[in-house]
């Protein structure tokens, strides 16, 4: 393969993640909602000519721009089509509501604002919570339904036809790609800062190796945080505490993945690389965001997050733990509950924590069955072995199956020895 | 799963006023049951000062209703398959240490679908 493939396999993926969403919003604001169909298809022809003509004539200079030059020229003769249709075969039937307005532009403004209108677009009250994320990462983050599926632990087929229900509510909602009001924004910035966070997450804990794309999605989820703080309107507390977990979150996405694309764990990554300007970003948004009697989730968690870039406070454990259980009282998951678990260990030791995880009873969870192979590595390396084996056979991650597989390799060493 | 009412009660004597730690180890337990997803709600904690008993002909007394030496110091919601496991949850919880007690009541629903 020469270079510039390579270059190229890497390039269209990652433009395609971070433009392509940004492109259907634009679109949208000359389709409509209604329409949005067609804005996605346009979006996404412009991107098969890419993948087309860069394989012949290679990477042009600026590919973004080539991008949007592409799609401007699409639309122009998809209204040339719709006219001469409407015009000479479809005259009598009504017209629909599509404006095209041909002298049209992509400056940065626009393109953000369009961005920003689309993701209170898509969190559509008429939609339960769940289909409004779903809806988001699909449109605004050019998710496959796959990769959703996998975000939330559910089957592929459940988020089809979750999808499907949503799109039609979507179509048929008034919302329009404009400036919000206040009432549009009051009623939907939950749903919005909910699915910054699952992006963001999507991102950090992504099963995909590729350190790009995860730090694409990481940065593309803190960008449009960030866009919601220069509005007066959604520049809330909350907000500045979901930047501040962001932050404090993206200062290790260099130290938590080795050069071979595995998973190193919190405590064997060198903190030399966490970056400390963002810490320091994050220690600012976490001051902003304490500035009202207000408490979240995203309060909590920032919380959690400012603490493990603490290495030298002896109560950093306990600290964490409380703020576990604050967390774990506004919101059950799986993950919490055992990231409560693994705190709680650190700060009662590792035996009084394995009746507290076994009462979990997550048995079909691959990182239920990890923390108990921790947790038992020192006292019962047979019992280690075990649940370290039942998490490979669950967990999809291959680079997980490998760091696992190491485990156990050294915990065989261990046991030979020991004999 | 069934719904069941934890009612703590604590003697009049025991002292009213928690030590960090003793909060450290209500805020664990609370955390045990949330983290087995077995928290309906978390309830309340209720006032020892702040409390007046109404009774009949309107007759109104300072302080919470304590025929024995006992007061209802706070409630909250659990949800398992039996009872046992209920009283399971609630033996763990710190408020024996200082002589306190629970009593577990199962919620009496009346529309209960199946």
């Known amino acids: 393969m020469s270079g510039n493939q390579a270059l190229e396999n890497e390039l269209l993926p990652n433009l395609f993640r971070l433009e392509y969403s940004k492109m259907t919003a634009v679109l949208c604001r000359h389709f409509g909602l209604k329409h949005i169909e067609i804005a996605e298809d346009i979006a996404s022809e412009t991107f098969l000519k890419a993948s087309e003509e860069w394989a ?48 049209w532009d992509f400056p940065q403004q626009t393109i953000a ?29 050019g998710f496959s339904i796959e990769e959703i599926a996998n975000a939330f632990l559910t089957k592929t087929e459940t988020i089809k036809k979750r999808l499907l229900r949503a799109r039609t509510n979507l179509r048929n909602d008034k919302f329009q790609i404009r400036a919000l009001s206040k009432t549009e924004i009051k009623s939907r910035l939950d749903t ?26 990481c940065f593309q989820a803190a ?3 960030l866009t919601l703080t220069e509005n007066p309107l959604t520049n809330t507390s909350q907000i500045n505490a ?35 300007e963002l810490i320091d970003k994050g220690n600012y948004y976490l001051v902003n965001a304490c500035n009202e009697y207000e408490s979240s989730k995203y309060h909590l968690e920032a919380g959690i997050a400012y603490w493990h870039t603490t ?46 995880a076994e009462k979990l ?5 691959n990182f239920y069955h990890e923390l108990l192979g921790y947790l038992y590595t020192d006292t019962n390396i047979g019992k280690a072995i075990d649940h370290y084996e039942k998490a490979i056979q669950l967990t999809k991650s291959k680079t997980e199956k490998q760091t696992l597989t190491k485990k156990i390799e050294k915990l065989n060493e261990k046991k030979i020895s020991n004999t | 799963m069934k719904e069941f009412a934890l009612i703590f009660r604590l003697n009049k004597e025991s002292d009213a006023k928690p030590s960090p730690e003793q909060i450290q180890e209500r805020m664990n337990w609370l955390g045990s049951i949330a983290a087995q997803n077995k928290l309906v709600d978390k309830g309340n ?49 710190p408020i024996f240490k200082i002589g306190g007690n629970i009593e577990v009541r199962e919620l009496v629903k009346l529309y209960d679908s199946k």
Not at chain 1, 192 to 217: A, D, H, P, W
Not at chain 1, 249 to 266: H, N, P, V, W, Y
């Open chain 2, 45 to 93: 904690t209720l006032s020892q000062v702040s409390a007046k008993t109404v009774r009949a002909d309107k007759v109104i007394t300072d302080g919470p209703y304590t025929e024995i030496k006992e007061f209802i110091s706070g409630y909250l919601i659990v949800k398992t398959e039996t009872i046992e496991e209920a009283v399971e949850l609630a033996k763990a919880n």
């Open chain 1, 242 to 276: 979901l930047i501040a977990l962001m932050c404090y979150q993206s200062s290790r996405l260099d130290a938590r993945i080795d050069d071979k694309g595995e998973t190193i764990l919190f405590e064997e990554q060198d903190r030399q690389l966490w970056d400390k």
């Open chain 1, 192 to 217: 919005v800062l909910k699915t910054l966070y699952l992006l963001f997450n999507e991102g950090y804990f992504s099963k995909n190796n590729n350190q790009l794309i995860r730090k694409g999605l």
């Open chain 1, 223 to 225: 960008r449009l945080a």
């Open chain 1, 361 to 365: 009873n997550l048995t079909k969870n």
């Open chain 1, 56 to 103: 012949i004539n290679g990477i042009p200079e600026n590919p973004i721009a080539w991008l949007y030059t592409v799609a401007k020229n699409k639309t122009k003769d998809y209204f040339k089509h719709l006219t001469i249709f409407e015009d000479q075969i479809k005259s009598e039937i009504t017209t629909h509501a599509i404006q095209p307005e041909l002298d």
């Open chain 1, 311 to 356: 290495s030298t406070d002896e109560n950093k454990w306990q600290h964490i733990l409380r703020l576990y259980n604050q967390l774990i009282l506004i919101e059950y998951s799986p993950i919490t509950a055992l990231n409560r678990t693994f705190a709680f260990a650190k700060v009662y030791g590792y035996e009084n924590a394995i009746p507290e």
């Open chain 1, 113 to 141: 604002d369009s961005q920003l209108a689309m993701i209170f677009a898509v969190c559509n009250p008429a939609n339960s919570a769940e289909a409004q994320i779903c809806l988001a990462l699909q449109i605004l983050c």
